[in-house]
C-alpha cells in the first residue's frame, strides 16, 4: 500500500522569504502523480500544484515549485517570496496513474506553515 | 473555473435530526467525492461516485446517505448522527473517463462545518 509521508507538523518562515516543505512517499508503481494542496484557515482545499511521476521536469507555479526525486520518492515544495497569504495547511498528496476501484487520493498528515510578517 | 459549491457552511444538528449536505459544480466533472475532515488533519474520503453511480463507500455507517440526482450535484444525506460526526466535511469532483475515472485532479469545495449536539 502507498503511504505519503510529511515529517515536519509545523513550520514558520519570514515575509519574502523562501521556504521548503518535505514530502515522502512510498509506493512500488511507476506511474503516479503527486500534489500539493493548501488549506488556509478559510478551510477550502486548494490545489497548489502538481507532478507527473513520468515528467522529469519538476513542476512550477508562479512562486510555488517542487523538487521531484523519483528514485528518492521525495517531493518537496518550495515557496519562493513568502506573502502572509501563503499562511496555511499544506498537504502532500498521491495517487496511481491507474483507474479503477481502488484508485484514492493518499495524503500526508499535513505541515502547517506560519508566515511572520 | 474551478468552483465548487457546497451548502450549508454550517450547520448544527441534534441527534434525532435530520439534515443534508449540498454540493454543485458546473465544470463538466463525472466524478464526485464527499470527505470528512477532522481539525489539523487530512481528509478521509467517505463515498466516490462516477457518471451518477456509487463507486466507493469506505465503509461509511449507514447513516450517512449519499445521493448523485444529476451530474452536477452531489447530496449528503444525514439522519442520527452522532457527537463523534461532527466535522468538516467537504465535497470534491473531477474529470472521468471510463475506468480511470479516478485519474485526475480533484477541485474541493469550501465544506460544511457540522456541529452534532
Known amino acids: 500500500a502507498q503511504t505519503v509521508t510529511q515529517s515536519q507538523p509545523e513550520m514558520s518562515v519570514q515575509e519574502a522569504e523562501t521556504v521548503t516543505l518535505s514530502c515522502t512517499y512510498d509506493?512500488?508503481?511507476?506511474?503516479?502523480?503527486l500534489f500539493w494542496y493548501k488549506q488556509p484557515p478559510s478551510r477550502q482545499m486548494i490545489l497548489v500544484i502538481r507532478q507527473e511521476a513520468y515528467k522529469q521536469q519538476n513542476a512550477t507555479e508562479n512562486r510555488f515549485s517542487v523538487n521531484f526525486q523519483k528514485a528518492a520518492k521525495s517531493f518537496s515544495l518550495k515557496i519562493s517570496d513568502s506573502q502572509l497569504g501563503d499562511a496555511a495547511m499544506y498537504f502532500c498528496?498521491?495517487?496511481?496513474?491507474?483507474?479503477?476501484?481502488?484508485?484514492?487520493?493518499?495524503f500526508g498528515t499535513g505541515t502547517l506553515l506560519a508566515v511572520q510578517p | 473555473d474551478t468552483e465548487v459549491t457546497q451548502t450549508p457552511k454550517h450547520l448544527v444538528m441534534g441527534m434525532t435530526n435530520k439534515k443534508s449536505l449540498k454540493c454543485e459544480q458546473h465544470?463538466?466533472?463525472?466524478?464526485m467525492y464527499w470527505y470528512k475532515q477532522k481539525a489539523k488533519k487530512p481528509p478521509e474520503l467517505m463515498f466516490v461516485y462516477s457518471y451518477e453511480k456509487l463507486s466507493i463507500n469506505e465503509s461509511v455507517p449507514s447513516r450517512f446517505s449519499p445521493e448523485c440526482p444529476n451530474s452536477s450535484l452531489l447530496n449528503l444525506h444525514l439522519h442520527a448522527l452522532q457527537p463523534e460526526d461532527s466535522a468538516l466535511y467537504l465535497c470534491?469532483?473531477?474529470?472521468?473517463?471510463?475506468?480511470?475515472?479516478?485519474?485526475?485532479?480533484?477541485?474541493f469545495g469550501p465544506g460544511t462545518r457540522l456541529t452534532v449536539l
Open positions: 509506493t512500488s508503481e511507476s506511474d503516479y502523480y
Open positions: 498528496a498521491y495517487r496511481s496513474a491507474i483507474g479503477g476501484a481502488t484508485n484514492k487520493l493518499i
Open positions: 470534491a469532483s473531477s474529470r472521468a473517463a471510463g475506468q480511470h475515472f479516478l485519474v485526475d485532479t480533484q477541485y
Open positions: 465544470m463538466g466533472h463525472r466524478a
